[in-house]
């Protein structure tokens, strides 16, 4: 063992431990945080439309060539007591899609909006329209997208999105990353599913996620990034297993204290 006969003659003891004790330090705030080990190439990953669900707010824009005609089921139209709602008013609100799945939009009526896509929901309004205006355009869209991350990233918060689409790995970035103790194996995240809830545990590490359906973030989506466990936290970083530290600095004092006393036996001798 030669490095134990080079502490034998002379290796200050004190820079060999402190030597040690950084390089277990250093390992422990170098874990890197992988994600979709091993993603095979030419992976495609088809991006799917938002589906309405309960509690949605729906902001819907109609329009025509004549306008004057549309202009009772637009945003800033006269509401049922005669008065100009504020466009910026109505965009914060919208159309609320009720308990039954249904949003009513005045003088047309309910119109079924739970689990269609914001283009199909168009198309259907379009269709309605069509009793009483001529060759009509519809726009809609969901007006309280929004996700939750929270635990160990650098900032924590709710995210409005605001094109209605938006990647585990996307708000991740817009979180400003996972913290050093994070543990990416085993990410919750909770779903408000037809007014049910479930969770789910994924592994951001496998490639296989990403092919998942939940890779692209519905709306409400709560994500919980969970610490590893596996490691201690330090102001100055994370030193992975204590216990082995320890035994590893009793061991190194043995075997020096061990070729400590063969070499003094060797000089007496001589």
């Known amino acids: 063992m030669p490095w134990i006969i080079y502490i034998s003659f002379g290796l200050d003891l004190k820079k060999f431990f ?15 945080k ?27 824009r109609i329009s025509s060539l004549n306008n004057l005609s549309t202009s009772i089921f637009s945003p800033i139209a006269m509401d049922k ?7 910026e008013a109505r965009k914060l609100d919208g159309y609320l899609v009720d308990s039954s799945g249904n949003i009513d939009i005045p003088y047309l009526g309910k119109v079924k909006a739970i689990g269609l896509t914001c283009s199909s929901l168009s198309e259907s309004i379009k269709i309605k329209l069509e009793e009483y205006v001529k060759n009509p355009s519809v726009r809609t869209k969901i007006l309280n997208f929004r996700v939750s991350i929270l635990g160990e990233v650098a900032n924590p918060g709710t995210f409005n999105v605001i094109d209605q689409n938006i990647s585990f790995t996307e708000l991740i970035s817009r979180a400003g990353d996972f913290k050093k103790n994070a543990d990416p194996t085993k990410v919750m995240i909770i779903r408000n ?28 989506d709560k994500i919980y990034v969970r610490p590893d466990n596996t490691s201690l936290a330090f102001d100055f970083g994370i030193l992975r297993n204590a216990g082995a530290l320890s035994l590893l600095t009793s061991i190194i004092v043995l075997l020096v204290r061990w070729c400590r006393q063969i070499t003094n036996k060797r000089m007496k001798m001589k």
Do not use: H, M
């Not at 402190?18 to 890197?32: D, L, N």
């Not at 993603?39 to 309405?52: F, H, S, T």
């Not at 545990?201 to 973030?217: H, P």
């Open 18 to 32: 402190f030597f040690i004790i950084s390089f277990f330090i250093i390992q422990g705030c170098s874990k890197s």
């Open 34 to 60: 992988v994600l979709f080990k091993n993603i095979p190439e030419n992976l495609e990953i088809k991006v799917p439309e938002a589906v309405i669900t309960f509690g949605d707010i729906i902001d819907v």
């Open 81 to 87: 007591i005669g008065t100009i709602r504020n466009a």
């Open 193 to 220: 599913s037809n007014n049910k809830i479930k969770t789910r545990y994924i592994d951001l590490t496998s490639y296989e996620f990403l092919n998942s359906e939940y890779y692209f973030l519905k709306q409400n």
